[in-house]
């Protein structure tokens, strides 16, 4: 399966900014993870994070043309407010999964919106960084070895 992992703003920094919310696990632990985990499975995988809006949606975009079957997305801040992200989430019709790394329901009260999610297949929240293997195994079928 060809899958598209996208990050947003300050994803980035994970290790560095605000360890206690985030981990101490830094943004190359994050890709090594996925990238080992999709190669032992035979999955394609692409990994991309930007701070800029316009530069997500273009990789979402250019996900539509280049076949790509699943995408997992961290949309960062652009979750509580991005409707150019959620119309282009929507405009190409592949199944996405929503993934935050913390708990967002337990934390600022602007947090607990995200104008994504409703265009997304489900979210993973809360689970760390294997929040996106979750999302993985959803996305590749994966999960239904174990029911």
Not at 114 to 135: E, H, M, R
Request: glycine share 10%.
């Amino acid at each position: 399966m060809k899958l598209l992992v996208l990050n947003g703003p300050n994803i980035n920094f994970l290790g560095i900014r605000e360890k206690g919310i985030y981990g101490t696990q830094d943004y190359t632990y994050l890709e090594k993870l996925l990238k080992d985990k999709a190669a032992a499975e035979g999955h394609a995988l692409e990994i991309f994070q930007s701070n800029c809006e316009g530069a997500l949606i273009d990789k979402i975009q250019e996900a539509y043309h280049s076949g790509v079957e699943g995408i997992i997305i961290n949309p960062g801040a652009f979750t509580h407010y991005s409707y150019a992200v959620r119309d282009a989430l929507a405009s190409v019709q592949i199944p996405v999964i929503e993934v935050h790394i913390s708990n967002v329901h337990k934390r600022e009260e602007f947090r607990h919106v995200s104008v994504t999610a409703p265009v997304c297949v489900g979210q993973v929240v809360g689970l760390g960084l294997p929040g996106y293997a979750l999302a993985m195994d959803y996305l590749t079928g994966h999960w239904n070895s174990r029911e």
